[in-house]
């Protein structure tokens, strides 16, 4: 059965340096998705994108986020400088999208646990 | 309260027994979806209810919807010791460019 598949399962990194989180979104799905949940806390949206742009952003989704789909499989997130507060699990997700205009079941990644020390 | 709260925060229940959840929200929706995750993975989506339906089943769950209320609930049947997980609702907005999550209803199925 088709998955997301999202890469590291865990990343390490320290205060300021940037993290490129990884996902490979479902082949046929055409919207996409970045979620956030520090622990035990809600799902967060941060960004949807749909034909290489994004869709919607959050307030969380400021100028140290990007999403880039460099090559039609990957979808990407980067934080360019961490903060102690990124640290989170980074889901990613996928949508063949219901139609008109609503947003149809999501296909959710097992994520990447981001720890900022 | 935010967009897609649930209630009750945590349930804890024994196996067989029915497990109620519910959930509510502030603006109107294309639909709302339910989603299951075990603790430390990804969400898997369980059920999804247009904003035109009232009920729907699904194996042993079964969702309903209330517009004028804003309320949904999400009901396990003859709950098992596999139940055992964080539930959560999600509603789309007039937009339909993302879901928004609430925090969730943490399960316990005790065998």
Request: with cysteine; glycine share 8%; proline share 3%.
């Amino acid at each position: 059965e088709p998955e997301v598949t999202q890469t590291p399962s865990h990343q390490v990194t320290q205060m300021g340096q940037e993290v490129i989180l990884r996902c490979v979104p479902i082949s046929n799905h055409l919207y996409f998705y970045w979620y956030r949940q520090i622990l035990g806390q809600k799902v967060e949206f941060l960004v949807s994108f749909y034909n290489n742009e994004i869709s919607e952003k959050s307030e969380i989704f400021d100028d140290q986020f990007s999403v880039e789909r460099p090559d039609g499989s990957n979808f990407t997130l980067k934080i360019r400088s961490t903060k102690l507060e990124d640290s989170a699990m980074y889901f990613c997700a996928s949508s063949p999208r219901a139609g008109g205009g609503t947003t149809g079941e999501l296909f959710f990644g097992e994520g990447s646990r981001l720890t900022v020390l | 309260s935010q967009q897609g709260e649930e209630d009750p925060q945590a349930l804890s229940i024994q196996e067989g027994e029915n497990a109620t959840m519910n959930c509510s929200y502030k603006t109107s929706i294309n639909n709302l979806q339910w989603y299951r995750q075990n603790s430390g993975r990804g969400l898997v989506h369980l059920i999804l209810i247009r904003s035109n339906e009232r009920e729907k089943h699904s194996g042993r769950l079964r969702v309903t919807l209330d517009t004028s209320k804003k309320s949904s609930s999400l009901l396990i049947t003859a709950s098992r010791a596999a139940d055992t997980a964080s539930y959560f609702c999600a509603t789309d907005g007039a937009a339909g460019n993302k879901l928004t999550f609430g925090g969730g209803t943490r399960v316990l199925v005790k065998p």
